[in-house]
């Protein structure tokens, strides 16, 4: 079955910018859709197709995807981006989700 | 504007059963194919299953095909999810989401609160 992986952990310095990776077998060849979510909140959309967001998500959030790694990039990262990113993908008619990154905003 | 609201989580014996629900508004219910992921304590998201808008196609992960059944009833704009034999590792917050499609992909665009279930002697 098909896998995404992601990096348990990212830190970044408020300001700076954040770049969560997401791993899979030649992912670049499907879409890539990005979660996130906070402690006791449910799941949000930011990033599907690879890199188009939906309204109401902040210009600094960005995603890419090619060869086998699929990128969430933050830029200018707020301590209100500090979550938890999935990103995932299809499988046939399933859903893969990788891991999960814990973003910390030190 | 997009209301999903679950219910029908609680406190059940391992090997239970457990009927969550998913009540639907703001969008035209029977146009989109629905899914139920869960979210375990200190684990990531895990998809649980699809049924599509109409229901006639569903699919299941591995960890719950045989134990869970996901329904729907377009009338009542509301979504099921039948979980029989429940075991201890099916604890989890379990979230019904919205599909949305567009340039050839599909994604999860809207999300319920979720209705957490605690599998427990």
């Known amino acids: 079955s098909y896998e995404l992986t992601q990096p348990p952990s990212v830190s970044v310095s408020p300001g700076q910018t954040a770049s969560i990776a997401c791993s899979g077998d030649?992912?670049?060849?499907?879409?890539v859709t990005w979660y996130q979510q906070k402690p006791g909140q449910s799941p949000v959309l930011v990033i599907y197709?690879?890199?188009k967001r939906p309204s109401g998500i902040p210009e600094r959030l960005s995603g890419s995807n090619s060869g086998n790694t699929a990128t969430l990039t933050i830029s200018g990262t707020q301590a209100v981006d500090e979550a938890d990113y999935f990103c995932?993908?299809?499988?046939?008619?399933?859903?893969?989700f990788g891991g999960g990154t814990k973003l910390t905003v030190l | 504007q997009v209301q999903l609201v679950e219910s029908g989580g609680g406190v059940v014996q391992p090997g239970r059963s457990l009927r969550l629900s998913c009540a639907a508004s703001?969008?035209?219910?029977?146009?989109?194919?629905m899914h139920w992921v869960r979210r375990a304590p200190g684990k990531g998201l895990e998809w649980v299953a699809v049924?599509?808008?109409?229901?006639?196609?569903?699919h299941y992960a591995k960890s719950v095909k045989g134990r869970f059944t996901i329904s729907r009833g377009n009338p009542k704009n509301t979504l099921y999810l039948q979980m029989n034999s429940l075991r201890t590792e099916d604890m989890a917050v379990y979230y019904c989401?919205?599909?949305?499609?567009?340039?050839?992909?599909?994604?999860?665009?809207?999300w319920g609160q979720g209705t957490l279930v605690t599998v427990s002697s």
């Open positions: 995932q993908a299809w499988d046939g008619s399933t859903v893969i």
């Open positions: 989401a919205k599909v949305d499609c567009s340039g050839g992909t599909c994604y999860l665009d809207s």
């Open positions: 197709q690879d890199a």
């Open positions: 049924i599509s808008s109409d229901g006639s196609d569903k």
């Open positions: 703001g969008f035209i219910f029977g146009g989109h194919a």
């Open positions: 030649r992912l670049g060849a499907k879409y």
